[in-house]
């Protein structure tokens, strides 16, 4: 039965074998594999077999998901695979153990954004703070229109000034 055999950076171990098809992981209770970190996010990610391999799913992780400490979105999992949920290591143990660590996987890698910054636990509380949106770069020209409005403001009240 293949399984994930996880560490904390606290030291705390913990196994799980994946008894299902389809099984989300995550630090919330509603998880068939709950990892109860502060740096597992509520709902981090799945993991699923598809065809004769086991495959992680990440779901958008504050933290991320990483191999190698590169954040990925999907990959294929094999016996001895190494991978990180935040900040908690795990190993995949496969069914088999002649099995490639990696054989081919597919991964998408994200080096840059919110989930590559490293995470200063002295200063969280709660959830933590949201994602800054992305500026949709408007500003300039709404900040032009503005001054062409008081410009042609301006040029009303000269005009009604000589005119009087």
Not at 57 to 62: F, I
Not at 108 to 126: F, K, M, W
């Amino acid at each position: 039965m293949a399984k994930i055999q996880y560490t904390t950076p606290e030291g705390t171990t913990g196994e799980v074998e994946l008894t299902a098809e389809r099984m989300s992981l995550g630090r919330a209770d509603d998880n068939m594999i709950v990892i109860a970190h502060d740096s597992v996010s509520s709902h981090h990610g799945e993991v699923a077999i598809e065809g004769d391999s086991w495959v992680l799913t990440d779901l958008g992780s504050t933290n991320g998901t990483k191999i190698g400490g590169e954040r990925i979105e999907r990959v294929e999992l094999g016996h001895g695979g190494t991978f990180t949920l935040g900040h908690v290591d795990c190993v995949f143990i496969g069914d088999f153990e002649e099995a490639p660590a990696y054989s081919a996987p597919t991964r998408t890698v994200s080096s840059s954004g919110y989930g590559a910054t490293p995470l200063d636990r002295s200063h969280r509380s709660g959830f933590g703070t949201k994602a800054k949106p992305k500026s949709n770069g408007y500003a300039p020209l709404i900040g032009l229109g503005v001054l062409a409005l008081l410009v042609c403001a301006y040029a009303v009240f000269s005009f009604s000034q000589m005119t009087a």
